[in-house]
């Protein structure tokens, strides 16, 4: 093996062995498709009340899901069979109307921190489709996941209190 002794490291490995180190490292995870793919959990708090008195309803099933129509302009959106798979997050209100969704997203991230990065937030601004279901009452709408924005339909209307900060979050296969 060709070794160069021009210059050598702290712990004295050549400068050709730490190019083919880092080599093969890069060609490992890039070329070969080990592409870094993490998923993060963003809960977010909502409320779901009665439209007409605005008295909490518990034992709703509340779920979300993402809008594709509302958050993809137009010029770019994909016919229907090619569009992402889009699942809904839901959950059940408490006594108090209250339900914590947890909407789980998972794409290519190289980030080698512990925290997500703010791109990362998937929630926070965007239009997301709300459903609300009980006793075979069935409503959908669409809201802008932010604090305070609500959207009333003719049985429930649904509140957003709170969107937390996105976390990573380890799923087992």
Not at 50 to 65: C, E, M, N
Request: with cysteine.
């Amino acid at each position: 093996m060709l070794r160069m002794r021009a210059w050598s490291g702290p712990c004295d490995v050549p400068r050709y062995d730490i190019y083919v180190i880092a080599t093969l490292v890069w060609w490992c995870f890039w070329a070969a498709g080990c592409d870094r793919v993490r998923t993060t959990l963003q809960p977010v708090l909502l409320k779901v009340t009665d439209s007409a008195p605005g008295t909490p309803i518990a034992g709703t099933r509340t779920a979300v899901k993402w809008n594709y129509e509302q958050n993809v302009p137009i010029a770019k959106q994909r016919p229907e069979a090619e569009r992402p798979t889009n699942q809904w997050f839901s959950g059940t209100t408490a006594p108090k109307g209250q339900v914590e969704v947890g909407v789980k997203w998972t794409m290519l991230d190289d980030t080698l921190g512990s925290t997500p990065p703010s791109w990362r937030d998937q929630v926070t601004g965007a239009t997301y489709l709300t459903s609300v279901e009980k006793d075979a009452i069935r409503e959908e709408h669409s809201v802008i996941m932010r604090p305070g924005a609500f959207v009333r339909g003719e049985v429930f209307t649904v509140q957003v209190l709170q969107i937390q900060p996105p976390h990573y979050i380890r799923i087992d296969d």
